[in-house]
T-cell receptor, first 113, second 111 residues
Framework: DTAVSQTPKYLVTQMGNDKSIKCEQN?????MYWYKQDSKKFLKIMFS???????INETVPNRFSPKSPDKAHLNLHINSLELGDSAVYFC????????????FGEGSRLTVL | KQEVTQIPAALSVPEGENLVLNCSFT??????LQWFRQDPGKGLTSLLL???SQREQTSGRLNASLDKSSGRSTLYIAASQPGDSATYLC??????????WGAGTKLIIKP
């Protein structure tokens, strides 16, 4: 019973295309996140939503747009993909007013050709 | 600005040894500290979470300690096994929503 699930796991696409990655959590958490892990394995937060409201928006190009239709879902849409967008994108969730423990999805590996 | 450092960057030890991974942070005003494990090509698995009011947490062969005053946490792995081979990351939270990550320690346990 997957707690945080992301789809697709792998995505290969051409430069200039638009793509989306979906994330769902069944933990009842209020807060969800998108992280980017680059080739050096550094994890960088991109966005955080609490109860469908954007609370963290790091310096991310406008081509990246998160959408949270409800607190169990946080999707990431990327316009006009560039080579540098190739990375693994991780979705995560937590309940800050409880333990704050972070639960991650398996990651979505995006390759832009 | 909070900075998190993990030393060593890589560690290779024979199976059966006890080992310690280190994590240091510059700002002691943390909300909690988490240790994660990442296997190659996989997501991150939370191992232990220590709240700011706690000094240690234990799970099986793992023990994590927290010393806020010195800005340090250690992850102790007892009786290491080849299956423990992974990258171990620590992350501190300065608020309810944001984590600051270390670069990780790549651990290899040799059979």
């Amino acid at each position: 019973d997957t707690a945080v699930s992301q789809t697709p796991k792998y995505l290969v696409t051409q430069m200039g295309n638009d793509k989306s990655i979906k994330c769902e959590q069944n933990l009842g958490h209020d807060t969800m996140y998108w992280y980017k892990q680059d080739s050096k394995k550094f994890l960088k937060i991109m966005f955080s939503y609490n109860n469908k409201e954007l609370i963290i928006n790091e310096t991310v190009p406008n081509r990246f747009s998160p959408k949270s239709p409800d607190k169990a879902h946080l999707n990431l849409h990327i316009n006009s993909l560039e080579l540098g967008d190739s990375a693994v994108y991780f979705c995560a969730s937590s309940q800050p007013d409880r333990s704050g423990e972070l639960f991650f999805g398996e990651g979505s590996r995006l390759t832009v050709l | 600005k909070q900075e998190v450092t993990q030393i060593p960057a890589a560690l290779s030890v024979p199976e059966g040894e006890n080992l310690v991974l280190n994590c240091s942070f510059t700002d002691s005003a943390i909300y909690n500290l988490q240790w994660f494990r990442q296997d190659p090509g996989k997501g991150l698995t939370s191992l232990l979470l220590i709240q700011s009011s706690q000094r240690e947490q234990t799970s099986g062969r793992l023990n994590a300690s927290l010393d806020k005053s010195s800005g340090r946490s250690t992850l102790y792995i007892a009786a290491s096994q080849p299956g423990d081979s992974a990258t171990y990351l620590c992350a501190v939270s300065n608020s309810n929503y944001q984590l600051i990550w270390g670069a990780g320690t790549k651990l290899i346990i040799k059979p």
